[in-house]
């Protein structure tokens, strides 16, 4: 194997990974937005002064949310 295979094949391992790892976090966000709003009756304002995340996120995720029920 040459070096720039193996130079290849690191680059697209670890991005990979990196995908992964952004993918877990979103999956966690999404869970623990949809657990404050449904699990503690919490508003969209008060979620986002608690997780410090945009407003735009939260609603996105809660819109999702309502669409799959």
Do not use: C, F
Not at 26 to 55: C, F, G, Q, S, T
């Amino acid at each position: 194997m040459d070096e720039v295979t193996l130079y290849n094949l690191y680059s697209s391992a670890s991005a990979s990974g990196h995908r992964a790892k952004m993918e877990a976090n979103e999956y966690a966000l999404a869970l623990m937005v949809e657990h404050l709003k449904y699990e503690h009756n919490m508003n969209r304002r008060d979620i986002h002064r608690r997780l410090k995340v945009p407003m735009k996120t939260i609603k996105a995720i809660l819109d999702v949310t309502n669409d799959e029920n």
